[in-house]
């Protein structure tokens, strides 16, 4: 049998604040997801390196004005925050924090791949929660930044358990440090508790770094130490924040990210030894660019797809995510076999605040989303077209004017989430064909806008958009598809396919 080669990072594509668990062969992964919808994708993996999206926790966290881009801001930068992901007896727990909602969520399922998740609610913010299921049957979770924090939960971790467990559990570093610790991932193995953290100091290498406590007994006292400060070549930008699993081969990993930029936050893994009872991440202090295992090989499967909208059903592939909630009875994959159609709604004058934006992620090096719009359904003053989806967006795509005439346009944010029109050219076919191309390599993090009448002749548009990551928003930039209006809702947009090509 041929064993994985894992290459990082494992995925160059925005897959922040991972956690990773093992239940028999098979590794489980969750990640922030923030203002996307559904949220908190579960992956699956047999290697570590080849991951496949197999769920989602929640179809819609909350079902307000916020989260339905109707109070003119979002929740952009909130949402779902750094789930920490546990199984034990049979059930799988993820639990997080929604800054925006100042609230806790704990879900639970039996079936983490095909099931749906049991929620309950716990009021007030537990910043960055590592779940701590220990083996006396009591509960935890440990938050916090700086100030790391341990609270009680009851037998089926739906409450706080009254009179349990609730105290400072250890001050961070203060001296020469920017960011204190946070982020946290608990076990307890060998005998010893182990809490990982992220810190930022100030002085040194001054970058993201991983860092370690353990301790005989949970309550303290903590031993401190600096577990890896590396950042794999990159810009002094360090890998760090994410936990251990280990392999049936009892072989041991660490699987973390780093910040790359536009593109968003990075996963790599790690081989983990041990020493003296403490896991020592990487080789020799670094970040490998290559690690060889024992774990089975497997075929890849896509992060980011192509997709002909070829449904029996209304239910799109799980790499798709709407920007916010979507209104479900404006869009269709269904009512024009091979088409996703998105009708108009509510009003706006933003892609910012336009509902149903379909998305994925965007991927390095460097990548292409190509689209064919129909335009016949339009009505005036509705926008239609593909977004590099950031604060600091770039659209390209059809603008219907008030005598139905039609404009292929390229705008950007004005500086206030307002578009601003870079470039206006007149078109008159019923069919155009849109394309962005994004370049990450070595943080370039330009994207490229053209259009075409026949999807062969390709014509830029607009200006070269320099892409920010910016913590407004705290997500990489993703491409999406787009209908909104601006002066009367009721019209329409057919979009016959999106191509996708990464460029390795």
């Known amino acids: 049998m041929s064993t994985a080669i894992i290459t990082n990072p494992i995925m160059w594509a925005d897959v922040p604040d991972v956690d990773v668990i093992r239940v028999g062969p098979v590794f489980y992964m969750v990640s922030t997801s923030m203002h996307f919808m559904p949220g908190c994708p579960i992956m699956k993996s047999v290697n570590l390196m080849d991951w496949e999206i197999v769920n989602y926790v929640y179809d819609t966290l909350e079902d307000n004005e916020a989260h339905r881009l109707q109070d003119g801001k979002g929740i952009y930068g909130s949402g779902s925050w750094a789930a920490s992901l546990r199984y034990k007896e049979g059930i799988f727990y993820v639990c997080f924090s929604s800054n925006d909602m100042d609230r806790f969520y704990v879900y639970r399922t039996e079936d983490i791949e095909h099931g749906t998740w049991e929620r309950s609610v716990i009021p007030g913010l537990y910043h960055d929660p590592g779940l701590l299921l220990d083996d006396d049957n009591r509960n935890y979770v440990i938050y916090g930044n700086g100030d790391i ?4 939960l009851t037998e089926d971790l739906t409450a706080v358990k009254p009179g349990g467990t609730d105290q400072l559990l250890i001050e961070g570093e203060r001296e020469d440090i920017g960011l204190r610790i946070e982020g946290c991932h608990a076990y307890k193995l060998n005998g010893y508790y182990y809490l990982f953290f992220i810190e930022w100091p100030r002085t040194g290498n001054m970058r993201r770094r991983q860092i370690g406590y353990r301790s005989r007994g949970l309550p303290g006292p903590y031993e401190r130490k600096i577990m890896l400060d590396d950042d794999l070549g990159y810009h002094n930008k360090g890998v760090a924040q994410g936990g251990i699993v280990d392999t049936l081969d009892q072989d041991w990993y660490a699987v973390l990210f780093q910040d790359h930029d536009a593109v968003g936050r990075i ?3 790690l081989p983990v030894s041990w020493e003296n009872d403490w896991p020592i991440i990487g080789m020799n202090g670094s970040v490998p660019q290559v690690v060889q295992t024992k774990l089975p090989a497997a075929e890849p499967k896509p992060l980011v ?17 709407w920007n916010h909630n979507p209104d479900h009875g404006l869009w269709s994959v269904t009512e024009r ?9 509510q009003f706006t004058d933003s892609i910012l605040f336009a509902r149903n934006t379909l998305t994925q992620r965007t991927e390095g090096p460097a990548c292409s989303a190509e689209t064919v719009l129909e335009v016949s359904g339009m009505k005036p003053g509705d926008r239609a077209g593909l977004v590099a989806l950031q604060n600091g967006f770039g659209t390209v795509g059809v603008a219907a004017g008030e005598q139905g005439e039609f404009s ?19 078109f008159t076919g019923e069919r155009v064909y849109l394309k962005i191309d994004f370049n990450f390599e070595d943080s370039l993090d330009q994207a490229q806008f053209f259009y075409s009448e026949d999807g062969t002749v390709w014509k830029p548009i607009g200006r070269t958009l320099h892409m920010k990551y910016t913590l407004d928003h705290f997500m990489g930039y993703r491409i999406g598809l787009f209908n909104y209006a601006t002066k009367q809702s009721g019209g329409y947009a057919d979009f016959d396919y999106f191509h996708y090509h990464r460029r390795s």
């Open 149 to 152: 924090h341990i609270k009680e």
């Open 267 to 269: 996963p790599c893994v």
């Open 305 to 321: 797809i192509s997709d002909e909208f070829d449904y029996e059903t209304n239910r799109l592939a799980l790499n798709w995510q």
């Open 337 to 345: 076999p091979g088409h996703l159609r998105l009708r108009t709604g």
């Open 408 to 426: 292929v346009t390229m705008c950007i944010n004005g500086g206030d989430g307002s578009e601003e029109t870079v470039e206006s050219i007149m």
